[in-house]
């Protein structure tokens, strides 16, 4: 099982929303078997804190949906330290709450689908997962309907990626 902390900065997460994301992320864990426990932080933010992160981290003067920080992610040079006995963190995934309900409005369908979507998204991303080239998007969008449907969060076909 994954090792989740979750942050809600909005105070607008309910109970069921968390429960949605913990155990959609759990399952999406199981799927691409990733090694218990494994450490990974949710933090739900506003539009206002998601469009500063995107601006400071991306160079991106707007407010986003999801951004994701992957802690083993290498950049050149730089050398992996794992230590033995200590647990993997994948690092952190932002979800701006505003955005998943203005997102849900409209794509046309409910709020827990979007952030359900924005989680698994995030998951895949901290996972080594892009969409930068067409054949890494379809491998990676792929991925993110398999886990949503086979949950239960499947999407219309009229619904974007």
Not at 98 to 104: I, L, S, V
Not at 149 to 160: C, H, W
């Amino acid at each position: 099982m994954l090792s989740i902390d979750f942050l809600d900065e909005t105070g607008k997460v309910t109970e069921t929303d968390l429960e949605l994301v913990e155990g959609l992320l759990q399952h999406a864990a199981k799927i691409e078997n990733v090694e218990d426990g494994t450490e990974l932080s949710v933090t739900f933010v506003t539009n206002e804190a998601i469009h500063e992160i995107n601006r400071e981290y991306r160079h991106k003067d707007a407010p986003t949906d999801v951004i994701s920080f992957a802690l083993e992610e290498m950049g050149e040079g730089e050398t992996a330290i794992v230590a033995e006995g200590m647990p993997r963190i994948l690092g952190d995934v932002i979800i701006s709450i505003d955005r998943t309900r203005e997102q849900a409005e409209q794509f046309g369908h409910s709020f827990e689908r979007e952030l359900g979507f924005l989680a698994v998204h995030g998951l895949l991303h901290v996972l080594g997962y892009d969409h930068m080239v067409p054949e890494d998007e379809k491998i990676m969008f792929g991925k993110q309907d398999e886990i949503l449907e086979s949950y239960g969060l499947s999407r219309d076909t009229n619904e974007r990626h």
